[in-house]
């Protein structure tokens, strides 16, 4: 193969590319193997997977636009950048519904021989666009079906077989451009395939890249220098991975079974499709025929003595709370995650969105407090789910996690951590039949005993009418009522506890702090470092803990004159956090199903502390 030492090269800081095409041009495929090579190759990344809502789209039009962004640096970087610096187009409705994105000047890598007066009119186009994006960008048009069908003239492959390779022609020639390595992707293609699907994609792979050697329309490559990272082990995952592993990691540290009941609902789906590879490490998958009957199912494995979780969306989350309101009656760790997407109903399922926040904590029947937290990160997905059963279990008490379709698909390089320093809650079952009671409170906690039935002498009663204090017996007195529902709530509102400190990110005081939760983390922090670097007096702070708050929070936020809250949704975090500290919080909304950008939070950040607004 030859080398792309024999053109120029030039070295970049960072770079972000975006592919785009139809929803069968294998797109996220292309986009997760690039990935892969950068992340060997030694870069931090960060990615944004941007499906179709349409299951399948009509080819060619804009409502099937598959698209997939890579932002990849030798520095650190949080986010898949606000503007791809190069569009890989397919064809002209991917080149349509993405050119508005890219950065002024930047490289659009087009399939020149999609560009016929169909697609064009399929897109929406009135004329061929080419000669004005000519002005403005870099336009390269490489006859990539042409060149894709002529690599693969050796195999008895028809028109329609040859033409599903050439995403891996494109793939190959971006490997050559950025100096991305091929040998993982042919490991892959080679563990994977084999006979002439094997030998089309090899082919078509490397013939890209040789292409982009050859051809005069590259006048040079470009380099991008290792980041400088701390040490270790790392693998390049997505939130949904993540927290699969954090709920068999949980398993593991607490040396209990785990049982998922889950109902298929994007984007939570491939959480249960990864829960399902472990079943070695003792956990088990349980697809229901529907929500509420996984749910259920979940509080039953719970009764038992299981590690119980539920993975969902918010339709189905929905769909739960009765359920989930059982738990806290009946006060079984359960945890509940719910994998947010934009609504309402149906709404655009493969769409972000923080929507479900007040859902979490006020959207079952009467005073039904439960623990909710949010990860901040892929990575930090793991993290969350292995903290989530330990309050579960230390608490006796459902808890819901709050994720959401951009920590889900993104991803992002996550160092492995030692299994010697994670930590092994322990978990305490009622063994001892003297003096049982299954509602006596542990005075530390407030949980109750979590009695196995099936033990000698632990028979109790559990439901979901009102219990007795103490006994379990069913109760309709008012003292005892008002007694237990204070006393599910303090349960939970003493959490806050053992949370930590805040931690506040530059100074923890002055004019302006930026509050954030969930996938908004990377854009937060990235805006805020801008604005501090550039003279602004701002911090900010990502709450992980929704309820309870972290108790010293309240005190924080006090200590500054202005308080910014940037949410995907109409502004739920900051009503709670007006209301609970009565503190002039500014709401930053969003409701477009696409994630924030740097720039707007920034513009934000500028207008609030009188600076200059990009």
């Not at 336009?139 to 050439?166: F, Q």
């Not at 994609?201 to 890249?209: E, P």
């Amino acid at each position: 193969m030859a080398s792309s030492a024999t053109k120029p090269t030039e070295e970049l800081d960072r770079v972000a590319i975006r592919f785009a095409g139809d929803s069968g041009d294998g797109i996220q495929l292309t986009g997760t193997k690039f990935t892969e090579a950068t992340a060997l190759a030694g870069n931090d990344l960060s990615t944004f997977p941007d499906f179709p809502a349409e299951i399948r789209a009509p080819a060619g039009s804009l409502a099937g636009v598959s698209g997939f962004q890579v932002h990849f640096a030798s520095e650190d970087i949080r986010t898949p950048a606000d503007e791809p610096d190069v569009l890989v187009a397919l064809n002209p409705a991917a080149l349509r519904a993405n050119v508005g994105d890219l950065r002024g000047g930047g490289m659009i890598v087009i399939n020149a021989d999609a560009f016929n007066a169909k697609s064009l009119e399929r897109a929406g186009y009135a004329e061929d666009p080419r000669e004005e994006l000519r002005d403005r960008y870099q336009l390269v048009e490489v006859p990539l079906s042409t060149l894709n069908r002529e690599a693969l003239k050796e195999l008895k492959l028809g028109t329609r077989e040859a033409d599903r390779c050439k995403n891996f022609f494109a793939l190959g020639l971006m490997y050559w451009l950025y100096h991305r390595p091929l040998e993982p992707t042919i490991r892959w293609l080679e563990a994977r395939f084999e006979g002439d699907v094997l030998e089309a994609n090899l082919t078509v792979l490397k013939a890209g890249w040789n292409f982009g050697e050859t051809t005069e329309l590259f006048p040079v490559s470009f380099v991008i220098p290792k980041a400088k990272i701390e040490p270790g082990e790392y693998r390049n995952v997505t939130g949904n991975t993540a927290l699969a592993w954090g709920i068999v990691g949980a398993g593991v540290q607490m040396q209990r079974p785990v049982f998922l009941g889950a109902y298929p609902i994007t984007p939570a789906s491939d959480v249960l499709h990864e829960i399902a590879r472990y079943r070695h490490f003792g956990v088990k998958t349980f697809q229901a025929e529907d929500e509420i009957a996984a749910a259920s199912a979940a509080i039953g494995a719970a009764y038992a003595g299981m590690l119980a979780v539920c993975t969902t969306s918010g339709p189905g989350f929905v769909l739960k709370q009765e359920a989930l309101n059982l738990a806290v009656m009946t006060e079984l760790p359960v945890v509940v995650v719910d994998i947010q997407r934009a609504g309402p109903s149906t709404g655009m399922p493969t769409k972000t969105e923080q929507g479900d926040l007040m859902l979490a904590l006020y959207g079952r029947n009467s005073d039904s407090p439960m623990p909710v937290l949010a990860p901040a990160t892929p990575g930090d997905c793991f993290h969350t789910m292995l903290e989530a059963f330990s309050i579960a279990v230390r608490f006796m008490t459902p808890v819901v996690v709050l994720s959401d379709g951009y920590l889900a698909n993104s991803s992002e390089p996550w160092k492995i951590p030692d299994v010697d320093t994670l930590p092994r809650p322990e978990v305490r079952y009622r063994t001892d039949p003297e003096g049982f009671l299954p509602y006596e409170r542990d005075p530390e906690t407030g949980a109750r005993p979590w009695a196995i039935p099936g033990t000698p002498g632990l028979e109790h009663r559990v439901g979901g009418l009102e219990s007795e204090e103490r006994t379990g017996n069913v109760s309709y007195l008012p003292e005892n009522h008002a007694r237990m529902v204070r006393m599910r709530a303090e349960k939970v509102a003493g959490i806050a506890r053992e949370l930590p400190p805040v931690e506040v990110n530059g100074a923890k005081q002055g004019e302006l702090v930026v509050v954030g939760w969930g996938g908004t983390h990377g854009a937060i922090t990235s805006a805020v470092n801008e604005a501090r670097e550039a003279g602004l007096d701002v911090s900010s702070i990502h709450l992980r803990h929704l309820n309870p708050f972290p108790s010293d929070l309240g005190e924080v936020l006090g200590r500054f004159e202005q308080v910014l809250v940037p949410e995907l949704n109409g502004g739920q975090l900051s009503r709670l956090l007006r209301a609970e500290y009565l503190v002039p919080a500014v709401s930053l909304p969003k409701e477009q199903g696409q994630p924030f950008k740097v720039a707007e939070i920034r513009a934000r950040i500028d207008a609030l502390l009188g600076g200059d607004a990009r």
